[in-house]
């Protein structure tokens, strides 16, 4: 029973590692995709997370401690080509007493074969909507695919393959996906929701409120989608000189990786004619003044360097000073601007913050756009 139940579980933690490192980003596509959040949008994306790790767990491991370790173990690799092998035996245990099937080991294989891809087939007709069809040839390629990753040993890091490759491995795990698709028609299964469905111009094409939580949703995306570029840049940099001939200025790489981000992210599409930062822009609001027209330039500039923006710029030049007194000072202050930028929205229900306050501006719906005429035409660049 240890050996059937290891495999879940280190599907469950690299799923649950993985939840935890690119959750927010699935949350900020799925928001700029529909509009809104859902929690039958998210339960299906994190169904879909831990069923592709436990695939993989269940497929792959255990792997070779190390390159060669399986050559030599006779029945190891190799490859079955003939079809449906298994019915001989399969008779023979029917012969023999019908509850012998449940005690062999090669009819429970291709039992367990055919239950690990059901979920496969419900998912793609439920979640990726690619109908029946679309499910099965999916279940195919994805049974072919990994039989290749078996044959290759794992396309070369071992040398030789680990695991007998066989075509009724293939054959059970489509014939899964099969009946998983027609499984994914009963109502059971309609409450998974997919990222296929109607997009949010069309589904939720009403103006929605902009409220506490959208708008700190949008500074928790801003804040990632942050990190995330510094440390792109940063590995990125590193990587370079690693293997480049005439390695980058370090000092470059440095000022790139703490200033380009916050300007990338959050400034420079904040002052575009979208008004809004790229979290923003993923919970659909924008800057505008109070007759609700998009925010002057002069006015966004000052309130974004009071928020979100002047916040990791803060951060980002205390980076590059290092422990000395200028970046003590310039982390005290960003502490200080971010603890005012969060304390203000926690406290303020209409989820203005203390930037907007400051400058006059508030948050609104980008579907929310003004009814004159007038109003549409300054609109048009930044709604589309």
Same mark, same amino acid.
């Given at each position: 029973?240890?050996?059937?139940? *290891?495999?879940? *579980?280190?599907? &469950?933690?690299?799923?649950?590692?993985?939840?935890?490192? @690119?959750?927010?980003?699935?949350?900020?596509?799925?928001?700029?995709?529909?509009?809104?959040?859902?929690?039958?949008?998210?339960?299906?994306?994190?169904?879909?997370?831990?069923?592709?790790? +436990?695939?993989?767990?269940?497929?792959?491991?255990?792997?070779?401690?190390?390159?060669?370790?399986?050559?030599?173990?006779?029945?190891?690799?190799?490859?079955?080509?003939?079809?449906?092998?298994?019915?001989?035996?399969?008779?023979?245990?029917?012969?023999?007493?019908? +509850?012998? &099937?449940?005690?062999?080991?090669?009819?429970?294989?291709?039992?367990?074969?055919?239950?690990?891809?059901?979920?496969?087939?419900?998912?793609?007709?439920?979640?990726?909507?690619?109908?029946?069809?679309?499910?099965?040839?999916?279940?195919?390629?994805?049974?072919?695919?990994?039989?290749?990753?078996?044959?290759?040993?794992?396309?070369?890091?071992?040398?030789?393959?680990?695991?007998?490759?066989?075509?009724?491995?293939?054959?059970?795990?489509?014939? +899964?996906?099969? &009946?998983?698709?027609?499984?994914?028609?009963?109502?059971?299964?309609? *409450? &998974?929701?997919?990222?296929?469905?109607?997009?949010? @111009?069309?589904?939720?094409? $009403?103006?929605?409120?902009?409220?506490?939580?959208?708008?700190?949703?949008?500074?928790?995306?801003?804040?990632?989608?942050?990190?995330?570029?510094?440390?792109?840049?940063?590995?990125?940099?590193?990587?370079?000189?690693?293997?480049?001939?005439?390695?980058?200025?370090?000092?470059?790489?440095?000022?790139?990786?703490?200033?380009?981000?916050?300007?990338?992210?959050?400034?420079?599409?904040?002052?575009?004619?979208? #008004?809004?930062?790229?979290?923003? $822009?993923?919970?659909?609001?924008?800057?505008?003044?109070?007759? +609700?027209?998009?925010?002057?330039?002069?006015?966004?500039?000052? $309130?974004?360097?009071?928020?979100?923006?002047?916040?990791?710029?803060?951060?980002?030049?205390?980076?590059?000073?290092?422990?000395?007194?200028?970046?003590?000072?310039? #982390?005290?202050?960003?502490?200080?601007?971010?603890? @005012?930028?969060?304390?203000?929205?926690?406290?303020?229900?209409?989820?203005?913050?203390?930037?907007?306050?400051?400058?006059?501006?508030?948050?609104?719906?980008?579907?929310?756009?003004?009814?004159?005429?007038?109003?549409?035409?300054?609109? #048009?660049? *930044?709604?589309?």
């Amino acid at each position: 029973m240890n050996t059937m139940l *290891w495999p879940g *579980w280190i599907a &469950i933690l690299f799923a649950t590692l993985f939840t935890a490192a @690119a959750g927010v980003f699935l949350l900020a596509m799925q928001y700029h995709r529909h509009g809104r959040l859902s929690w039958r949008r998210s339960l299906a994306s994190v169904t879909v997370i831990l069923y592709l790790f +436990g695939l993989l767990s269940y497929t792959m491991l255990p792997l070779p401690p190390t390159r060669g370790d399986f050559c030599d173990i006779p029945g190891m690799g190799g490859v079955q080509k003939m079809p449906f092998a298994f019915l001989p035996q399969l008779k023979e245990a029917l012969l023999d007493s019908p +509850g012998a &099937i449940l005690h062999d080991a090669l009819l429970l294989q291709v039992a367990l074969n055919v239950v690990l891809f059901l979920p496969l087939g419900v998912l793609a007709v439920r979640w990726a909507r690619v109908g029946f069809i679309g499910a099965v040839l999916l279940g195919g390629l994805a049974s072919v695919l990994i039989e290749t990753t078996q044959y290759t040993g794992v396309f070369g890091i071992y040398d030789c393959a680990y695991r007998v490759t066989d075509i009724d491995d293939v054959i059970a795990n489509t014939s +899964g996906a099969a &009946i998983g698709a027609l499984l994914a028609y009963l109502p059971v299964f309609a *409450w &998974i929701s997919g990222p296929n469905e109607r997009v949010a @111009a069309r589904e939720y094409h $009403r103006p929605r409120p902009v409220t506490r939580t959208r708008r700190m949703l949008g500074m928790v995306f801003d804040l990632a989608l942050v990190a995330v570029f510094a440390f792109i840049l940063g590995t990125g940099g590193a990587l370079v000189n690693n293997v480049a001939g005439k390695p980058l200025d370090t000092n470059v790489l440095d000022v790139a990786a703490a200033l380009l981000p916050p300007l990338l992210v959050i400034i420079l599409p904040a002052l575009a004619p979208g #008004r809004a930062s790229l979290g923003q $822009r993923c919970t659909w609001i924008f800057a505008a003044d109070e007759s +609700g027209y998009p925010a002057g330039i002069g006015s966004q500039a000052l $309130r974004t360097l009071l928020g979100g923006g002047g916040f990791t710029l803060l951060l980002g030049a205390a980076e590059l000073a290092g422990d000395t007194g200028a970046g003590l000072g310039l #982390r005290a202050t960003a502490f200080l601007l971010g603890a @005012a930028c969060l304390l203000v929205v926690l406290l303020d229900a209409s989820g203005r913050g203390f930037s907007a306050r400051i400058t006059g501006l508030h948050f609104a719906d980008r579907r929310a756009v003004p009814a004159s005429g007038r109003a549409a035409g300054r609109n #048009r660049e *930044w709604a589309a």
